[in-house]
């Protein structure tokens, strides 16, 4: 998944950053609200984790500003505010959840965990579908009796494609969602990601289509 991270305190942000690239998320920080709305113009994000106080602004305006452009990405609010009024401003003004500082980082991971769970309409964390069962917490597969660990990179492109069963993905589209902003993406590294997860999938029921000039496809094979 693609993380937006707006985050002033560049300590609280590099830990932040360490824990979901960990898990294979690939992170993209802004420190301020000009570069959050930058960073929102130019890139699709599965989730945007919002500090409040900013240098240049109040995240809630931010937010506000988002969903009345009718974007649904998840948001997750980082407040220092306990107060239950200021809770429930957020979440009136269209947050998914909060997180109060100072927070557990299991905590805001679970917190993640669950409201991509609900974007997606998935109540379990288990996928289940053409012969497989793909866990993304525990971050791998069961191909019939065989369980098959993933890299982070995989894990994240197969959660991309079986989230989206007969979509057409781009090379450019899939390396955007699972590179950041500042990463160098060689020329054959999507190529080189699907060719691994084809591998894995041999067993199962679906399969990984290549449209020529236009990307990949998940397929379910009867």
């Known amino acids: 998944m693609k993380f937006l991270l707006v985050e002033d305190n560049l300590d609280l942000a590099n830990a932040i950053s360490s824990r979901m690239r960990l898990d294979g998320h690939v992170v ?18 599965d989730l ?8 240049d602004g109040d995240g ?3 937010l506000k500003q988002h969903r009345a452009s009718r974007l649904d990405t998840p948001v997750i609010v980082l407040t220092a505010r306990s107060q239950v009024s200021d809770r429930i401003g957020s979440l009136d003004l269209g947050a998914d ?7 557990d980082h299991a905590e805001l991971e679970a917190r993640c965990r669950a409201v991509l769970r609900r974007k997606s309409g998935i109540a379990k964390s288990t996928i289940e579908i053409g012969g497989i069962i793909f866990d993304p917490v525990a971050g791998h597969l069961t191909v019939g009796p065989d369980i098959v660990p993933l890299r982070n990179r995989e894990l994240r492109l197969l959660e991309l494609l079986i989230n989206a069963p007969g979509q057409v993905f781009s090379k450019q589209k899939l390396a955007d969602r699972l590179f950041s902003y500042d990463d160098n993406v060689s020329d054959n590294a999507i190529e080189v990601y699907v060719g691994r997860l084809r591998k894995h999938l041999e067993n199962s029921d679906l399969k990984i289509t290549t449209l020529r000039g236009l990307g990949y496809r998940l397929d379910h094979v009867t």
Do not use: S
């Open 28 to 45: 993209d920080h802004a420190a301020k609200l000009e570069d959050a709305a930058a960073f929102v113009e130019i890139e699709d994000y």
């Open 48 to 55: 945007i984790l919002l500090d409040i106080m900013l240098p």
């Open 60 to 62: 809630r305006d931010f």
């Open 97 to 103: 959840d909060y997180v109060t500082k100072p927070f």
